[in-house]
Nanobody, 129 residues
Framework: QVQLVESGGGLVQPGGSLRLSCAASGFTLEHYAVGWLRQAPGKEREGVSC????????VYTDSVKGRFTISRDNTKNTVYLDMNSLKPEDTAVYSCTTNPHLLEHFGLPCASAGYIEVWGQGTLVTVSS
């Protein structure tokens, strides 16, 4: 079964940190670009970050630059999103995807060696005191 499963979300105070994981099963994640999207309550979905296949080039939306870091561990077939200095406006459901059409639509131009459309169910991040 081909799927992506996100984990690591939760409640954190402003200024805190979280690490989100996007674990793949049924396929080898390193051959594909992976992006993180988020959707806050009452707002439209937006692109957060992506990492390319191969050399692992990265892209970040302006609002998270310098605070978030995307990385991949090919031995664990997993992509991570390390989030630091979290703000209340980072509150959202975060999901990962390999769908190149979604990545392009949400302004995440990361190159991918292969083509596969997989999208996880999401994990909730709440930043609040």
């Amino acid at each position: 079964q081909v799927q992506l499963v996100e984990s690591g979300g939760g409640l954190v105070q402003p200024g805190g940190s979280l690490r989100l994981s996007c674990a793949a099963s049924g396929f080898t994640l390193e051959h594909y670009a992976v992006g993180w999207l988020r959707q806050a309550p009452g707002k439209e979905r937006e692109g957060v970050s992506c990492i390319s296949s191969g050399v692992g080039s990265t892209v970040y939306t302006d609002s998270v630059k310098g605070r978030f870091t995307i990385s991949r561990d090919n031995t664990k077939n997993t992509v991570y999103l390390d989030m630091n200095s979290l703000k209340p406006e980072d509150t959202a459901v975060y999901s990962c995807t390999t769908n190149p059409h979604l990545l392009e639509h949400f302004g995440l131009p990361c190159a991918s060696a292969g083509y596969i459309e997989v999208w996880g169910q999401g994990t909730l991040v709440t930043v609040s005191s």
